[in-house]
């Protein structure tokens, strides 16, 4: 199985591309992580709804057919370290790639918001980009943690 993270932005700062790459090389050989960055479209004179358009055509050209979308949206379902897990192996179960989708500073457009597969949140605070990718991933991991009986989550 493949996670593939699909986030808009290319340039984040070295301490959280640093931070993304140590957890990423602790995944297994059996669940892969990919990050694949998506270009901002650039803030012109163009309307939001312009702007999202032209970064969902982005995302969609970035994530293989078949693969189950994931959207990180702010009105997602919130959950648990554990509930994360549970998600985590039921993706595995199905063995279906998944596609985790960070939007670009406006978000993600509505209707591919709504077309995704699942709508999840990290946080109720409002997080800049690079930190997203790193809450992400060191999550991901953790989750995978606790499904492998890791002692990497303590209750």
Aim: cysteine-free; glycine content about 6%.
């Amino acid at each position: 199985m493949r996670l593939l993270i699909v986030a808009v932005g290319q340039r984040i700062p070295d301490w959280a591309q640093t931070a993304y790459d140590d957890y990423a090389k602790r995944f297994p050989p059996e669940l892969k992580v990919e990050l694949k960055a998506v270009k901002t479209e650039t803030r012109s004179s163009k309307t939001v709804e312009a702007l999202m358009a032209a970064e969902r055509e982005r995302i969609e050209a970035a994530i293989p057919r078949g693969t189950r979308v994931v959207a990180l949206d702010e009105r997602g379902t919130t959950l648990t370290t554990k509930a994360l897990a549970a998600r985590l192996q039921g993706w595995q179960l199905e063995g279906d790639d998944v596609a985790l989708v960070i939007g670009g500073p406006d978000g993600l457009e509505p209707a591919f918001r709504q077309a995704a597969h699942e709508r999840i949140r990290l946080s109720d605070l409002t997080l800049p980009h690079a930190m997203v990718r790193v809450l992400l991933i060191e999550q991901l991991y953790r989750a995978w943690s606790v499904n492998a009986g890791h002692p990497y989550h303590r209750e």
